[in-house]
Protein backbone atom coordinates (compact mmCIF):
# COMPACT_ATOMS: atom_id res chain seq x y z
CA UNK A 1 0.00 0.00 0.00
CA UNK A 2 0.94 3.70 -0.51
CA UNK A 3 1.14 6.05 1.84
CA UNK A 4 1.16 10.21 1.70
CA UNK A 5 4.06 11.16 -0.35
CA UNK A 6 4.18 15.17 0.57
CA UNK A 7 7.12 17.40 0.65
CA UNK A 8 8.78 18.78 3.74
CA UNK A 9 7.09 22.04 3.52
CA UNK A 10 3.82 20.70 2.83
CA UNK A 11 3.82 18.01 5.57
CA UNK A 12 4.65 20.83 7.96
CA UNK A 13 1.92 22.58 7.13
CA UNK A 14 -0.24 19.59 7.12
CA UNK A 15 1.12 18.71 10.62
CA UNK A 16 0.66 22.06 11.94
CA UNK A 17 -2.84 22.28 10.76
CA UNK A 18 -3.78 18.85 12.04
CA UNK A 19 -2.25 19.57 15.41
CA UNK A 20 -4.63 23.20 16.06
CA UNK A 21 -7.34 21.68 14.83
CA UNK A 22 -7.58 18.95 17.61
CA UNK A 23 -7.21 21.49 19.72
CA UNK A 24 -9.88 23.10 17.96
CA UNK A 25 -12.14 20.01 18.08
CA UNK A 26 -11.49 19.33 22.07
CA UNK A 27 -12.03 22.59 23.08
CA UNK A 28 -15.41 22.10 21.88
CA UNK A 29 -16.17 18.69 22.92
CA UNK A 30 -14.85 19.96 26.63
CA UNK A 31 -17.62 22.75 25.88
CA UNK A 32 -20.57 20.42 24.55
CA UNK A 33 -19.80 18.03 28.01
CA UNK A 34 -20.10 20.95 30.21
CA UNK A 35 -23.45 22.19 28.68
CA UNK A 36 -25.17 18.61 28.39
CA UNK A 37 -24.01 17.98 32.48
CA UNK A 38 -25.79 21.71 33.11
CA UNK A 39 -22.36 23.29 33.86
CA UNK A 40 -22.38 27.28 32.39
CA UNK A 41 -19.68 26.33 28.68
CA UNK A 42 -18.06 29.53 29.83
CA UNK A 43 -15.07 28.09 32.69
CA UNK A 44 -15.93 29.98 36.56
CA UNK A 45 -12.56 30.68 37.77
CA UNK A 46 -11.31 27.55 39.27
CA UNK A 47 -11.94 25.50 36.62
CA UNK A 48 -10.25 28.02 34.52
CA UNK A 49 -7.47 28.14 36.38
CA UNK A 50 -7.25 24.37 35.81
CA UNK A 51 -7.64 24.64 31.95
CA UNK A 52 -4.63 26.87 32.17
CA UNK A 53 -2.38 24.30 34.24
CA UNK A 54 -3.20 21.67 31.61
CA UNK A 55 -2.36 23.72 28.68
CA UNK A 56 1.05 25.18 30.44
CA UNK A 57 1.58 21.96 31.86
CA UNK A 58 1.13 20.02 28.39
CA UNK A 59 2.85 22.68 26.42
CA UNK A 60 5.86 21.73 28.66
CA UNK A 61 5.79 18.52 29.38
CA UNK A 62 5.50 18.09 25.62
CA UNK A 63 8.68 19.42 24.53
CA UNK A 64 10.39 17.80 27.90
CA UNK A 65 9.67 14.41 26.50
CA UNK A 66 10.25 15.29 23.39
CA UNK A 67 14.04 15.77 24.88
CA UNK A 68 14.11 12.99 26.89
CA UNK A 69 13.58 10.63 23.72
CA UNK A 70 15.85 13.03 21.15
CA UNK A 71 19.06 13.59 23.26
CA UNK A 72 21.46 13.91 20.44
CA UNK A 73 20.03 17.29 19.62
CA UNK A 74 20.84 18.77 22.94
CA UNK A 75 24.05 19.90 21.30
CA UNK A 76 22.84 20.99 18.28
CA UNK A 77 20.51 23.67 20.56
CA UNK A 78 23.99 25.16 21.65
CA UNK A 79 24.76 26.54 17.93
CA UNK A 80 20.48 27.10 17.43
CA UNK A 81 18.08 27.94 19.56
CA UNK A 82 15.03 26.45 17.22
CA UNK A 83 16.17 23.21 17.58
CA UNK A 84 14.90 23.23 21.44
CA UNK A 85 10.91 24.50 19.73
CA UNK A 86 11.35 21.51 17.94
CA UNK A 87 9.34 18.45 17.71
CA UNK A 88 6.84 17.21 20.65
CA UNK A 89 5.40 14.69 22.41
CA UNK A 90 1.72 13.08 22.62
CA UNK A 91 3.03 11.37 26.37
CA UNK A 92 4.81 14.35 27.55
CA UNK A 93 1.43 16.48 26.90
CA UNK A 94 -0.65 14.10 28.48
CA UNK A 95 1.62 13.90 31.34
CA UNK A 96 2.43 17.23 31.50
CA UNK A 97 -0.85 18.84 31.55
CA UNK A 98 -1.62 16.04 34.52
CA UNK A 99 0.88 17.71 36.23
CA UNK A 100 -0.29 21.43 35.62
CA UNK A 101 -3.83 20.67 36.29
CA UNK A 102 -2.54 19.15 39.89
CA UNK A 103 -0.52 22.28 40.75
CA UNK A 104 -3.57 24.37 39.88
CA UNK A 105 -6.08 22.41 41.88
CA UNK A 106 -3.88 22.85 44.75
CA UNK A 107 -3.27 26.88 44.48
CA UNK A 108 -6.70 26.75 44.51
CA UNK A 109 -8.01 24.69 46.30
CA UNK A 110 -9.97 22.26 44.44
CA UNK A 111 -9.96 18.83 45.79
CA UNK A 112 -12.47 17.22 43.45
CA UNK A 113 -11.51 15.11 39.94
CA UNK A 114 -11.74 16.99 37.08
CA UNK A 115 -10.14 14.57 34.79
CA UNK A 116 -13.15 12.54 33.28
CA UNK A 117 -14.20 15.60 31.03
CA UNK A 118 -11.23 15.57 29.51
CA UNK A 119 -10.44 11.94 27.99
CA UNK A 120 -13.85 12.63 24.92
CA UNK A 121 -11.43 15.80 24.34
CA UNK A 122 -8.59 13.89 24.16
CA UNK A 123 -9.59 11.49 21.74
CA UNK A 124 -10.86 13.28 19.71
CA UNK A 125 -7.99 15.50 19.64
CA UNK A 126 -5.20 12.55 19.32
CA UNK A 127 -7.03 11.40 16.66
CA UNK A 128 -7.37 14.80 14.54
CA UNK A 129 -3.53 15.10 15.31
CA UNK A 130 -2.58 12.09 14.40
CA UNK A 131 -3.97 12.10 10.78
CA UNK A 132 -1.48 15.36 10.27
CA UNK A 133 1.50 12.25 11.49
CA UNK A 134 0.39 9.98 9.09
CA UNK A 135 -0.09 12.82 6.63
CA UNK A 136 3.85 13.78 7.20
CA UNK A 137 4.81 10.30 6.11
CA UNK A 138 8.45 10.27 6.66
CA UNK A 139 9.21 13.33 7.67
CA UNK A 140 7.35 12.83 10.68
CA UNK A 141 8.94 10.68 13.31
CA UNK A 142 5.79 8.86 14.33
CA UNK A 143 6.11 6.42 11.62
CA UNK A 144 6.88 2.42 11.92
CA UNK A 145 9.48 -0.50 11.03
CA UNK A 146 9.79 -1.95 8.01
CA UNK A 147 6.92 -4.86 7.91
CA UNK A 148 5.94 -7.49 5.29
CA UNK A 149 2.04 -6.96 6.96
CA UNK A 150 -0.81 -6.75 4.17
CA UNK A 151 -1.18 -3.04 5.25
CA UNK A 152 2.05 -2.11 5.57
CA UNK A 153 2.61 0.90 3.56
CA UNK A 154 5.24 2.86 1.50
CA UNK A 155 5.72 6.47 2.62
CA UNK A 156 8.17 7.05 -0.21
CA UNK A 157 11.45 5.25 0.13
CA UNK A 158 9.90 2.09 -1.58
CA UNK A 159 10.07 0.58 2.25
CA UNK A 160 6.36 -0.91 3.56
CA UNK A 161 5.97 0.06 7.25
CA UNK A 162 3.95 -0.30 10.04
CA UNK A 163 1.56 2.52 9.62
CA UNK A 164 1.84 3.39 13.69
CA UNK A 165 -0.23 6.48 13.34
CA UNK A 166 -3.00 4.72 12.53
CA UNK A 167 -2.49 2.12 14.97
CA UNK A 168 -2.73 4.87 17.34
CA UNK A 169 -5.47 6.10 15.91
CA UNK A 170 -7.44 3.05 15.92
CA UNK A 171 -6.45 2.39 19.62
CA UNK A 172 -7.21 5.56 20.89
CA UNK A 173 -10.93 5.12 19.49
CA UNK A 174 -11.06 1.94 21.17
CA UNK A 175 -10.56 3.37 24.72
CA UNK A 176 -12.93 6.05 24.15
CA UNK A 177 -15.57 4.22 23.05
CA UNK A 178 -14.70 1.65 25.78
CA UNK A 179 -15.21 4.16 28.30
CA UNK A 180 -17.76 5.72 27.46
CA UNK A 181 -19.86 3.00 27.04
CA UNK A 182 -18.96 2.47 30.76
CA UNK A 183 -19.25 6.24 31.41
CA UNK A 184 -22.53 5.46 34.14
CA UNK A 185 -20.40 2.81 36.49
CA UNK A 186 -17.15 4.41 36.18
CA UNK A 187 -18.94 7.85 37.29
CA UNK A 188 -19.59 6.61 40.71
CA UNK A 189 -16.00 7.24 40.92
CA UNK A 190 -14.89 10.57 39.72
CA UNK A 191 -11.63 10.44 38.08
CA UNK A 192 -11.59 7.26 37.35
CA UNK A 193 -12.30 7.52 33.74
CA UNK A 194 -9.15 9.48 32.97
CA UNK A 195 -7.13 7.32 34.95
CA UNK A 196 -7.94 4.26 33.77
CA UNK A 197 -7.77 6.05 29.84
CA UNK A 198 -4.20 7.51 31.02
CA UNK A 199 -3.12 4.53 32.57
CA UNK A 200 -4.52 2.31 28.99
CA UNK A 201 -2.72 5.06 26.60
CA UNK A 202 0.97 4.52 28.62
CA UNK A 203 0.79 1.15 28.42
CA UNK A 204 -0.15 1.52 24.54
CA UNK A 205 2.78 3.52 24.00
CA UNK A 206 5.46 1.14 25.44
CA UNK A 207 4.36 -1.66 23.68
CA UNK A 208 3.78 0.32 19.77
CA UNK A 209 7.15 2.41 20.24
CA UNK A 210 8.77 -1.08 20.31
CA UNK A 211 7.83 -1.58 16.56
CA UNK A 212 9.08 2.26 15.98
CA UNK A 213 12.71 3.09 14.29
CA UNK A 214 14.43 3.87 17.79
CA UNK A 215 16.42 7.16 18.03
CA UNK A 216 18.04 6.45 21.00
CA UNK A 217 18.73 3.38 22.94
CA UNK A 218 19.04 4.16 26.52
CA UNK A 219 19.42 0.61 26.95
CA UNK A 220 17.42 -2.74 26.79
CA UNK A 221 16.28 -1.38 23.55
CA UNK A 222 14.14 0.96 25.07
CA UNK A 223 13.55 4.39 23.64
CA UNK A 224 13.40 7.72 26.01
CA UNK A 225 9.20 7.71 25.59
CA UNK A 226 9.26 3.95 26.70
CA UNK A 227 11.32 4.65 29.76
CA UNK A 228 8.88 7.53 30.54
CA UNK A 229 6.06 5.49 30.36
CA UNK A 230 7.30 3.09 32.07
CA UNK A 231 7.92 6.00 35.35
CA UNK A 232 4.92 7.18 35.04
CA UNK A 233 2.49 3.72 34.96
CA UNK A 234 4.74 2.71 37.98
CA UNK A 235 3.72 5.93 39.68
CA UNK A 236 -0.28 5.84 38.81
CA UNK A 237 -0.95 2.42 38.54
CA UNK A 238 -1.33 2.27 42.79
CA UNK A 239 -3.79 4.81 42.93
CA UNK A 240 -5.62 3.29 39.83
CA UNK A 241 -6.13 -0.15 41.43
CA UNK A 242 -7.39 1.48 44.72
CA UNK A 243 -9.94 3.46 43.03
CA UNK A 244 -10.77 0.66 41.16
CA UNK A 245 -11.25 -1.51 44.39
CA UNK A 246 -13.13 1.12 45.92
CA UNK A 247 -15.51 1.32 42.65
CA UNK A 248 -16.01 -2.41 43.24
CA UNK A 249 -17.15 -1.97 46.76
CA UNK A 250 -19.92 0.52 45.53
CA UNK A 251 -21.38 -2.19 42.89
CA UNK A 252 -25.06 -3.40 44.48
CA UNK A 253 -24.54 -7.35 45.29
Not at 164 to 169: G, P
Not at 234 to 240: D, N
Amino acid sequence: MTGPTLSPAAAHVAHLLFEWLGIAVGVQLYRWQRRRAGQPPMLERGSFAVVIGCVLGAAIGNKAVFWIEMPMLWTDAAANWRVLASGQSIVGGLLGGLVGVEVAKKLHGITRSTGDQFVLPLVAGTVVGRIGCFLAGLNDGTYGLPSALPWAMDFGDGIPRHPTQLYDMLLVLAIGGLLWRWRTPLSRENGLAFKLYLSAYLFWRLLVDGIKPLPYDYGFGLSGIQLVCIAALLCYLPGLFRQLRRSQSHVPA
